[in-house]
């Protein structure tokens, strides 16, 4: 009855609901992500001259362009470049320079800049002659520059020519280009006030390279003069060059011997090179040495080197004598254990370093060894810092710094005066598993009631009765407890309490720089532990299964690592084995409202399971690498029970099957005559997609998964396979999406969505064949098909993933949920909407009104209430997963791969949710207000009764 009269309720709303503006933050979340900032350019600059508060701007190693705010770390704009061809192999550059109004940044072989308030595109060019090597802003002004927008000096290297390039600040043109034919392998550029210097190097005769510096008129790009130093004996590698100054009052070149005893620095411009003994007073080895350089043309001539050791660091400051371009130590940092990071910036012409450590953070200016301020910092961590950048505010005497630091394990955190202000996980954005984890608890009950099922009615009693006897140990808790929690009921609202009903869910995500996290979707995704379990950089992640308090990730190699899901602990490792897996297959069954794990099996490359599965009854659907979908039965893993090979020239892309919790609740679709057509429910429909990319032709095959038989194909033409093809199948129906031809006009194309559903049979009220058999088995040769009515869709932009919500019962209308790569958006669409039997160029009768069907209109534009990630930029999603929560109205949704998104679908409105504005005080004092009413009056009534008895006789 209860469950009639929630279908009815979900039946009469009207679906498709747009999230509150008051619900954002709340019922949803969102980890706008970068990737790892890179140490060269990173850097705080004040986006436009008008301004006084520094961004934090930064290129990721996802060559992801970016611009945070220092205050809380939350993201102002980002553009990815990435795009841009052979953009992975180099690491991106971005440069800025204050009172500029642009940031400009390059990957692989585009330039582009960006408006630094904003984000927004001023120009961008591509260059044919190789990827950019390096990029800098000319600080000098032009005199007859008429705009504020800085040029750029590029540097583009190709096979044997490196190109230098003056762009012009405003719209990109080239002014001049230097062309360098000579062979050498392109470097750097630097600028000085007077000069711009192309920086190659020149192999040498023997082994090594010599740096050749060639000074170009910044006006004419004219070649002045040129220097070449001989560094052979040193530079053997390109690596070996540990800076080029860039816009600096006396920008250097500094390398060091490749045995660390001395440090070579040059004055760019001159022949001089100075040779600097490195005194190893620690005793180690010097694993690392960095060089730190104002970048302004007005700084003084100042540098700092860094030295790290396995377990400590020491840095050295320098000055350069402008006149003679001598160096001389100025003073020492001391050598320190645990780590340190040094950052520089500086205040007009003083140059300021900051010292971040295990234990405090100091500032020292570069004239004097004083230290003009040392704050300690709360978070001492193991986890190690890579690099910091600072930036430092002088107040008379008095000095402030904040520093954001990254740290090996991807968290990008600001540190102002020794206070860690925020954190961002980067290392977030390379997930590429997750799993939901599993309650313990819950597990049990369901373990419980499973034994329950399987008892006779007798022993299923005594079962229960002795259940109910053990819970009544909790009860003295329960009512001490129970006070307080009708206060709080009463007093909070409605919606920030329903995490008792499981929409407050962790869920463990898994990097490929193997990293594990827990995330709270309770706390709008907050970090609940984050582990290193394994020192890699390509963790190649097949699964993660999780189980009550446990989760296992399985990995390519046949290894895999058990993390406790509460504390992130390793419980235990199994060690790679011979066989490389392709996937990890489930075996799930569905009990109830709760899906219940019988078993996994890993699953070779060449779509073998690597066992046999025998305790398991079941089927096993694989595919395999050259392109066939097999099906497999227990106890034989070596010859499949059946193979489907796509027609030849067809190659197989993808394969779906039905989500292991997809509840039924109900069998039929009552039509508007209240005759009913009955679904098409079979448990084990396999989606085979297959693309030529020859024939420009996409075959989409519906399978039975135990008998292997093609139940329904269909072959989509004009497709174009380098654009995503998404599918996704649940109860009786499927859904792809596709750019190709549109079938009825010809000569047009389009991104297309299809959805078909299957019915037992074309009329209402028939069953088909199979209405008279009690039971049937796919197995049997004359299994009936499908009668399958389909509508396609224009959709105006491509799908990359789909998926489908899930709730406890399936009452709820389903939602095909949809990430929209190109605006960065996921689309919950509701089912009804893409309802094939639509009527087709005429309304509606009253019948199908009734049904809730309306006129189909070939171009489906996605309403703004279908949004489920509203107005937010969600970028980068690979995969969205959706769970049931105990509220049959609520689905949970979470989505990864790039960002990190988490939201609660409705897709029927909340119905069995009381809203916000309900008042359960104000319910109370309206029934306690009755009551006393009830018993101030009914004496009245009962004597006003008597009298008007006596007055009536
Ligand atoms: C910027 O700082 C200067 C001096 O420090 C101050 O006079 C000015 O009002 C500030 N401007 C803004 C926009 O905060
Ligand atoms: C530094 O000194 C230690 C011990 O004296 C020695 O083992 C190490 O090789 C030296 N390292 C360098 C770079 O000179
Ligand atoms: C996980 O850690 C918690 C807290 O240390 C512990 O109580 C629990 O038993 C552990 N679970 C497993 C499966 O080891
Ligand atoms: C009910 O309507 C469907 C079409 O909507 C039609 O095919 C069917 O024959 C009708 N059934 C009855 C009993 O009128
Ligand atoms: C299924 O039906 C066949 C005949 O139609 C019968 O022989 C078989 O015993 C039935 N199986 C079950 C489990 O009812």
């Not at 009860?475 to 206060?487: D, M, Q, S, T, V």
Request: with cysteine; net charge negative.
């Amino acid at each position: 009855m209860r469950l009639q009269a929630a279908l009815f309720i979900a039946a009469c709303v009207s679906p498709a609901v747009a999230i509150y503006s008051d619900e954002v933050n709340h019922i949803d979340f969102h980890h706008a992500l970068l990737g790892a900032p890179s140490p060269d350019s990173t850097f705080f600059l004040k986006p436009s001259s008008s301004s006084n508060a520094s961004l934090l701007y930064t290129i990721s190693d996802k060559s992801i362009v970016g611009a945070i705010n220092p205050r809380d770390g939350t993201l102002i704009w980002r553009q990815d470049i990435s795009r841009s061809g052979s953009a992975s192999s180099a690491a991106g550059i971005l440069r800025g320079l204050d009172g500029n109004n642009a940031v400009v940044g390059a990957a692989g072989d585009s330039i582009s800049s960006w408006g630094a308030q904003d984000g927004k595109l001023i120009w961008e060019n591509r260059f044919a002659d190789g990827v950019v090597a390096d990029l800098e802003l000319l600080e000098l002004e032009d005199a007859r520059a008429t705009s504020s927008a800085r040029d750029t000096i590029a540097l583009t290297g190709g096979e044997s020519t490196g190109v230098v390039r003056r762009l012009d600040g405003d719209s990109g043109e080239t002014k001049w280009e230097y062309k360098d034919n000579s062979g050498d392998v392109a470097f750097q550029v630097s600028s000085s006030p007077t000069e711009v210097f192309y920086i190659s190097l020149q192999s040498a005769m023997l082994k090594g390279y010599k740096i050749k510096v060639t000074a170009l008129d910044p006006v004419t790009g004219r070649q002045t003069h040129q220097q070449v130093l001989n560094s052979e004996s040193d530079v053997a590698s390109p690596e070996s060059i540990l800076f080029v100054g860039a816009n600096t009052a006396s920008p250097l070149i500094v390398w060091a011997d490749k045995s660390h005893k001395s440090l070579k620095v040059n004055v760019i411009g001159t022949k001089q090179i100075s040779t600097i003994n490195i005194d190893n007073t620690s005793g180690q080895d010097i694993q690392q040495i960095t060089v730190h350089a104002p970048h302004k043309l007005n700084s003084l001539p100042h540098f700092l080197v860094h030295y790290e050791t396995e377990s400590g660091a020491w840095a050295e400051v320098y000055h350069v004598d402008m006149k003679s371009s001598a160096v001389s130590k100025a003073y020492q940092l001391p050598y320190l254990q645990g780590q340190s990071a040094v950052a520089t910036n500086n205040v007009d012409a003083n140059v300021f370093f900051t010292r971040v450590t295990d234990s405090e953070a100091i500032v020292v200016s570069s004239a004097s060894h004083g230290i003009l301020g040392r704050w300690n910092v709360d978070a001492s961590s193991t986890d190690r810092v890579l690099h910091a950048v600072a930036e430092v505010v002088t107040k008379g005497k008095t000095v402030a710094v904040r520093a954001a630091v990254l740290r090996k394990s991807g968290d990008w955190s600001l540190i102002r005066n020794g206070q860690t202000e925020w954190t961002r996980p980067e290392a977030l954005i390379y997930a590429v598993a997750a799993a939901w984890v599993e309650d313990e608890d819950q597990e049990e009950l369901a373990h419980e009631l499973e034994v329950e099922g399987h008892e006779g009615l007798i022993g299923a009693y005594i079962h229960r009765v002795k259940r109910h006897l053990r819970d009544l140990q909790h009860l003295p808790e329960w009512l001490k407890e129970l006070p307080k929690r009708i206060i709080t009921s009463i007093l909070t609202d409605e919606v920030s309490n329903l995490d008792s009903f499981g929409v407050a869910q962790s869920i463990i995500v898994a990097t490929e720089k193997g990293r594990v996290y827990a995330l709270d979707t309770g706390r709008q995704g907050a970090i609940k532990w984050g582990v290193q379990a394994e020192e890699t950089s390509h963790w190649d992640i097949k699964s993660i299964l999780s189980q009550p308090g446990s989760a296992v990730i399985y990995i390519s190699d046949g290894s895999s690592v058990q993390i406790n899901s509460s504390t992130g602990e390793v419980i235990s490792r199994s060690a790679p084995t011979n066989n490389k897996l392709q996937s990890i297959a489930t075996f799930e069954q569905q009990v109830g409202s709760s899906v219940i794990r019988m078993g996994s099996l890993g699953i070779q490359e060449d779509g073998t399971p690597v066992a046999p599965f025998d305790d398991i009854t079941g089927f096993l659907v694989t595919t395999s690498n050259d392109g066939r979908v097999l099906g497999w039965v227990e106890k034989d893993n070596k010859h499949p029970v059946w193979e489907f090979v796509p027609p030849s020239g067809q190659k197989l892309i993808k394969a779906v099957s039905r989500p292991s919790h997809d509840p039924v609740a109900s069998i039929g679709k009552v039509l508007g005559n209240r005759s009913v057509l009955y679904k098409y429910l079979n448990p084990n429909l396999v989606l085979v997609t297959a693309v030529d990319e020859k024939d420009h032709t996409a075959g989409f095959y519906l399978l039975d998964g135990v008998s292997g038989k093609v139940l329904y194909s269909t072959t989509q033409a004009g497709v174009d396979p380098t654009q995503p093809i998404a599918s996704a199948i649940s109860e009786n129906w499927f859904a792809y999406s596709f750019f190709g031809d549109v079938v009825d006009e010809s000569s047009s194309k389009g991104y297309q969505l299809v959805i078909s559903e299957l019915y037992e049979s074309p009329l209402p009220n028939d069953r088909g064949p199979l209405d008279s058999a009690g039971n049937y088995s796919s197995l049997h040769s004359n299994i009936p098909l499908p009668h399958v009515v389909s509508q396609a869709y224009l959709i105006p932009e491509p799908i990359s993933h789909m998926a489908v919500t899930q709730t406890r019962q399936g009452i709820t209308i389903r939602q095909l949920i949809c990430v929209l790569p190109s605006s960065n958006a996921i689309v919950g669409i509701p089912r009804h909407v893409l309802d094939p039997r639509r009527p087709v160029d005429r309304d509606p009768t009253s019948a199908e009104a009734e049904e809730g069907l309306f006129r189909y209109a070939p171009f489906l534009e996605f309403d703004g209430k279908w949004y489920l990630s509203h107005s937010r930029d969600v970028a980068g999603i690979k995969t969205v997963l959706s769970r049931p929560t105990l509220l049959e109205s609520t689905s949970l949704i979470f989505a990864f791969g790039g960002d990190i998104f988490g939201t609660r679908a409705t897709p029927s409105h909340a119905f069995d949710i009381l809203g916000k504005s309900f008042s359960k005080l104000q319910l109370v004092l309206t029934v306690v207000a009755l009551a006393a009413g009830v018993a101030f009056l009914a004496p009245m009534t009962r004597k006003k009764q008597v009298n008007m008895l006596w007055k009536a006789t």
